[in-house]
């Protein structure tokens, strides 16, 4: 069983930033994938950024590229979500997840892939 704690949402001004953190309670961090989503208001869930077990490999959506940024550190058992130039639009609740995989590079962008989540926690940007 993994569990995902997310930390670091908050009130921000249009332009700011956050720093979001995902901490894992699993002894073999570095076989889980990792991802982070978000959930707006009466919207679906979706994919922000995924990072792969090694963090070498990392995908980023559209909407987030060049303001985005993610990382891990197996070491903390812990992924980041940099987030900059922060628009309204990414008001949401933003999880972490989990994905256990054999495959050092391996990204994963749907929400049913993964096996674990986080509670979440809310940003929301001001305009």
């Known amino acids: 069983q993994v569990q995902l704690v997310e930390s670091g949402g908050g009130l921000v001004q249009a332009g700011g930033s956050l720093r979001l953190s995902c901490a894992a309670s699993v002894r073999t961090f570095s076989s889980y994938a990792m991802g982070w989503f978000r959930q707006a208001p009466g919207k679906e869930r979706e994919v922000v950024v995924a990072?792969?077990?090694?963090?070498?490999?990392?995908y980023y959506s559209d909407s987030v590229k060049g303001r985005f940024t993610t990382s891990r550190d197996n070491a903390k058992n812990t992924v980041y979500l940099q987030m900059n130039s922060l628009k309204p639009e990414d008001t949401a609740v933003y999880y972490c997840?989990?994905?256990?995989?054999?495959?050092?590079?391996?990204?994963?962008?749907?929400?049913?892939?993964?096996?674990?989540w986080g509670q979440g926690t809310q940003v929301t940007v001001s305009s």
């Open positions: 997840a989990a994905r256990s995989t054999g495959l050092l590079y391996s990204i994963t962008t749907e929400v049913e892939r993964y096996d674990y």
């Open positions: 990072i792969s077990r090694s963090g070498g490999s990392t």
